[in-house]
């Protein structure tokens, strides 16, 4: 496409996080979303009032067929984004995924293979544009704490811990299917600050992992301890669990970077520095927001010929390979 021609994007799944993606591109100039596809008449319906989406669909090729959209985003189910890249690919649309792109490293290795580079492929993994990390990447290219030594992240939630009689705990109210994911707490929701992480640090691996379950709302892991190294030799440590009595339902990532000569530390939505600089702050929500934000414009800009997307599927499969090591050095299955 041109870079003066509009972006017509079309939307596949009306869930939770898709209001997110919708916000995202309505505040994206030169972009509208023509059309949403979900196999929920009331969920696609409800959207698309809310954002005046033109035009529901029962199914994502029955979309693609009839609106022929330059992009689909795919915010549907994990199990069905294969399926629905592969349909995309076909008809020469390019593709915008949600995280995690497959169940298994394998089938993903396998589905960016098969789609190569015929349509732009890319994968939404927006904890990285979030506004505190971009100014991380910043002052860490900036020199301020020299190279970076060592690293704790954590993120601790009360979200599996029951809080309304009779009421699935809050994490499970806002999203049900994550209930039965026997690849839980790494798959769904570390690989957002593992990639993060790889994002800040030019690269990780995972020297050992353990994983618990200590929920019985959940069959899969909620607890996680990963061990990482960098390549410039840094060790860290990253800590998850969504079944801490007390904690906050939701719970915002704590983040500390140890330098040569200096120390970065995230915290409660704070950034600050060791240095004597001013800290930073945020607001949660529109922070949020603000990487959904992030993601559909640098997306948009690279179909219009700017540069790359940052996580395109290939990219990508360096975060999903470095979750299959937490899942195999920790003994889980590593095929679910």
């Known amino acids: ?97 949600q995280k995690p792109l497959c169940p298994t490293l394998g089938e993903a290795r396998a589905l960016v293979a098969e789609i190569g580079g015929r349509v732009p492929f890319a994968v939404h993994e927006n904890w990285r544009f979030r506004p505190p990390y971009r100014a991380i990447r910043r002052w860490l290219d900036d020199g301020r704490i020299g190279r970076v030594r060592a690293f704790t992240m954590e993120v601790m939630t009360g979200g599996l811990i029951p809080d309304l009689p009779g009421q699935p705990p809050p994490a499970l109210r806002r999203q049900p299917f994550m209930a039965g994911m026997p690849r839980f707490t790494v798959l769904e929701g570390m690989i957002h600050q593992i990639d993060t992480l790889r994002f800040l640090l030019d690269g990780l691996s995972v020297a050992g992992a353990r994983l618990a379950r200590l929920s019985d709302r959940v069959v899969g892991e909620d607890t996680a301890m990963i061990l990482f190294e960098s390549p410039a030799g840094a060790i860290g440590t990253l800590s998850h669990s969504l079944a801490v009595p007390g904690a906050a339902p939701r719970s915002s990532d704590t983040l500390t970077l140890i330098g040569e000569r200096g120390t970065i530390g995230f915290r409660d939505w704070v950034l600050s520095c060791s240095d004597g600089g001013p800290a930073e702050t945020w607001e949660r929500e529109a922070a949020y927001q603000g990487s959904f934000d992030a993601v559909m414009a640098q997306f948009a800009g690279w179909l219009r010929g700017g540069p790359a997307f940052e996580t395109t599927a290939a990219e990508n499969l360096a975060t999903l390979a470095l979750v299959d090591d937490v899942y195999r050095l920790a003994g889980w299955p590593a095929d679910g």
């Open 1 to 97: 496409m041109t870079a003066s021609a509009p972006l017509r994007v079309g939307m596949v799944g009306a869930g939770m996080i898709s209001g997110y993606h919708l916000t995202a591109w309505r505040r994206c100039p030169g972009a509208e979303v023509v059309a949403i596809a979900d196999p929920s008449e009331a969920a696609a319906r409800g959207r698309a009032g809310e954002f005046a989406v033109a035009q529901v669909f029962a199914d994502a090729d029955a979309m693609m067929d009839a609106v022929r959209p330059d992009a689909v985003d795919i915010a549907a189910p994990m199990e069905f984004h294969a399926g629905i890249c592969r349909a995309a690919a076909d008809r020469g649309i390019a593709i915008m995924c």
